[in-house]
Nanobody
Framework: QVQLVESGGGSVQAGGSLRLSCAAS????????MGWFRQAPGKEREFVAA???????SYADSVKGRFTISRLNAKNTVYLQMNSLKQEDTAVYYC???????????????WGQGTQVTVSS
């Protein structure tokens, strides 16, 4: 398995931007599909975005056109650029590593500890 550490969360006003980073340990990062999920208080964890080993991406409808997932294998890091943030984007954001690029949490075997994103009006 791979160990994951997220960073870059914080508080921002609606309409603002944040970039989340997820640093992975180990030398097999490039062989993992990577995903971002989020969980708001009282809600289930939901899919945000994912990127395959070849760079193919997928997004939840709620973030399409606003969020961009990318990866830099040389730095063992996956990013989530979040623009035009809305209050409903407020959640704890988690990155995850798995064998296939899917939008379900059970497809991922390694998870980070999460980073809080708070969007205010």
């Amino acid at each position: 398995q791979v160990q994951l550490v997220e960073s870059g969360g914080g508080s921002v006003q609606a309409g603002g931007s944040l970039r989340l980073s997820c640093a992975a340990s180990g030398r097999t990062f490039s062989s993992y599909a990577m995903g971002w999920f989020r969980q708001a208080p009282g809600k289930e964890r939901e899919f945000v975005a994912a990127i395959s080993v070849t760079g193919s991406t997928s997004y939840a409808d709620s973030v399409k056109g606003r969020f961009t997932i990318s990866r830099l294998n040389a730095k063992n890091t996956v990013y989530l650029q979040m623009n035009s943030l809305k209050q409903e984007d407020t959640a704890v954001y988690y990155c995850a590593a798995g064998l296939v690029r899917l939008g379900i949490p059970s497809a991922y075997s390694s998870w980070g500890q999460g980073t809080q994103v708070t969007v205010s009006s």
